[in-house]
């Protein structure tokens, strides 16, 4: 049974960084796509980034590029989402997805696994 949970979210202001975890148990991981998505109030869950778990290779949505990181520590099984400069834009629900394949995926539909996400709060 794979599981993903989610830490690090919280009140933050404008400019501000946050690091998000999100912690993956119930199987190896090899082989896997892990991805970090968000939805804000009235919104549709949109894709931030994700990370090819064997590869290492990323992708990111455009309205993140430069100010967000994602990364993994195989040892840990855990997925990073580094967030600096943040915006009131960014403010959402952060939730950590898996799914089987070797590229980092945008498509939520790509994704079998998901988290219960960490509410990120940016105030102006």
């Known amino acids: 049974q794979v599981q993903l949970v989610e830490s690090g979210g919280g009140l933050v202001q404008a400019g501000d960084s946050l690091r998000l975890s999100c912690a993956a148990s119930?199987?190896?991981?090899?082989?896997?796509?892990m991805g970090w998505f968000r939805q804000a109030p009235g919104k549709e869950r949109e894709f931030v980034a994700a990370?090819?778990?064997?590869?290492?290779?990323?992708n990111y949505a455009d309205s993140v590029k430069g100010r967000f990181t994602i990364s993994r520590d195989v040892a840990k099984n855990t997925v990073y989402l580094q967030m600096n400069s943040l915006k009131p834009e960014d403010t959402a629900v952060y939730s950590c997805?898996?799914?089987?394949?070797?590229?980092?995926?945008?498509?939520?539909?790509?994704?079998?696994?998901w988290g219960q996400g960490t509410q990120v709060t940016v105030s102006s």
């Open positions: 119930g199987r190896t991981f090899s082989g896997y796509v």
């Open positions: 990370i090819s778990w064997s590869l290492g290779n990323t």
């Open positions: 997805a898996a799914a089987f394949g070797l590229f980092a995926s945008n498509l939520r539909s790509t994704y079998d696994y």
